[in-house]
């Protein structure tokens, strides 16, 4: 396979998770019975560009379909983070009425209610129908396509041109990146502004987040790489930022390299001198990855069969598409996690794909009452675990698999105990 980037012939991998399903291929009671379609997971390094990318074998139309069951408004952790993103635009690029904002992967409106709100017109674009149909219901005009390099010059060509464009977490979801990229180019105003989140590659290195690696996830990204990226297609990074969501990712600013005017800040300089010191531009950085992720996998089963052994109970809470990468690359099921709670109504009946533990709501946890809840989305772990005790789960311990394996003991009502297994 050659790079999505640059064409450069791959041969330096990260990791080989197995074979697994899409990881929001969720299952209903029907297709139970029908064959699931599996897919190798295997990462590789592009020893020229340094993008982090999956090998092909899915195809984009077949990871996100009609019915892609991921609803942005359940977290009220991403919501709060996507209010704050909103006011810190307009007040930073000060954005009034007469604006147009874009958001690319708009999902079920999260974002896009509270500029909405504030009486800046904006436009969604969307390829799930699922999600599109809520955020329409919300009266944000969306529209249900992917994004590329054609979509931005027709809409460009329609006046639809954007003072701000902003994409988060949906730079690694696509393969044509250099499409897709050359895509913002077309649809920014001269002077936009277009930013970009996404989870910071030196992050899943440092902390073995090996789950947030899935099919629908092609690229994994480092600032060193985004910048090349941009500047081959037409934009140029002109602020960063480091942001704890998912785990610790960037918010990355960029212009019209013809026509942007903004100066560049002194972030860019020190994110990118800590990529080279950690080594992401040489081959020895990517090396130690496999075993430690293998560690991670190996402590996560024996603490679930020790469980099982003590005649314990364990449930599992957020079917979320890192939780899926975790429990198949450990090969879960039900044996070892009876059911997965989810707040997402579209989820809530469904079976998890792979494992096919089936996904409940909340309400048979509270009636349940399990010995251990086991955190797969624990990046918002704390959100989860006060809205469970808020909730009166009190005699429950609480378990995250990554970066290392820890139990947490709700104690008081202020303060959680955390002990390391």
Known sequence: ???????????????????????????TSETLVVPEKYFPLR?????????????????????FSSEYAYFSSFSNTWLQHAKRYVAEMVERFGLIGKSHVVEIASNDGYLLQYVKALGI??????????TARAAR??????????????????????????????????????????????????LLKPDGVATFEFPHLLRLLAETQFDTIYHEHFSYLSLTAVGKIFKANGLAVFDVEEIPTHGGSLRVFAQRSASGQRPVTGRVASVLAKECEAGLCTVEGYAGFQRRAEKVRDDFVS?????????????GYGAAAKGNTLLNF??????????????????????????????????????????????????????????????????ARFVTAIPTLETVEVGDYDEFAVQRV
């Open 1 to 27: 396979m050659s790079c999505r980037h640059c064409s450069a012939t791959l041969s330096l991998e990260l990791i080989d998770l197995g074979s697994s399903p899409p990881s929001n291929a969720y299952l």
């Open 43 to 63: 990462v590789m390094v592009c020893e020229k560009c340094w993008l982090v990318q999956t090998l092909d074998f899915a195809q984009a139309d077949q990871l």
């Open 121 to 130: 017109p904006c436009t969604g674009i969307e390829p799930t129908a699922s």
């Open 137 to 186: 219901e919300k009266g944000i005009a969306t529209i249900e396509a992917f994004f590329g390099a054609e979509l931005g010059k027709r809409l460009a060509a329609e006046g639809k041109q954007a003072d701000l464009l902003t994409a988060n977490n949906v730079l690694a979801h696509v393969p044509d990146i250099n499409s897709f990229v050359a895509g913002f180019t077309h």
């Open 303 to 315: 603490f679930l069969i020790e469980a099982k052994r003590q005649g314990k109970r364990v449930a």
């Open 330 to 395: 450990a090969g879960c099921r039900r044996d070892l996690i009876s059911y997965v709670v989810d707040r997402n109504p579209a989820k809530q009946g469904k079976f998890l794909p792979g494992s096919r533990i089936p996904i409940v709501g909340e309400n048979v946890l509270y009636r349940d009452k399990p010995d251990y809840i086991v955190i797969l989305p624990w990046n918002i772990r704390s959100e989860v675990m006060r809205q469970l005790r808020d909730a009166g789960v009190t005699a």
